[in-house]
């Protein structure tokens, strides 16, 4: 049971990091198009000509670029939990039909469980890469 909950909080660890990193991200992409906006207003008000905005904003500016990074996070959580999964389970199946207790034996089987969970998960993560 102890070794559940570590592999838990090493999960949810990883998780909420790169949930930190996804929103610096989004804090310095958002000061940075405070900064450019502040810059256009000022060279209006002193009459200094400015270019128009593209139609196309760069990738920095564009919610394309947000969007994706969220599929990034999503498939890095998904390999992170598959793998911590896949191996957990992996390391209860052997604990279970090596032990030499009677009752242990019987429920090996239970080991499947994370360890298709984890295969699902590295699946899903290797199906949503770019092409």
Same mark, same amino acid.
């Given at each position: ?68 990074? !969220? ?9 992170? @939990? $598959? /793998?911590? %999964?896949?191996?957990?389970? =992996?390391? +209860? ?14 429920? !090996? ?9 984890? @295969? $699902? /998960?590295? %699946?899903?993560?290797?199906? =949503?890469? +770019?092409?």
């Amino acid at each position: 049971m102890e070794i559940i909950l570590a592999a838990l909080a090493l999960a949810l660890g990883y998780v909420g990091a790169v949930a930190a990193e996804s929103h610096a991200r989004h804090n310095a992409r958002v000061q940075l198009r405070r900064m450019v906006h502040d810059e256009r207003i000022r060279a209006m008000d002193k009459g200094i000509p400015i270019d128009e905005i593209p139609e196309e904003l760069p990738e920095w500016m564009s919610d394309a670029a947000a969007s994706g990074s !969220w599929l990034r996070i999503v498939r890095i959580s998904a390999l992170a @939990i $598959g /793998l911590v %999964l896949l191996l957990g389970g =992996t390391g +209860a199946l052997a604990g279970l039909t090596l032990a030499g207790d009677d009752e242990l034996n019987k429920v !090996w089987s239970m080991s499947l469980i994370p360890i298709m969970a984890g @295969i $699902g /998960l590295l %699946l899903f993560h290797r199906l =949503t890469r +770019a092409a």
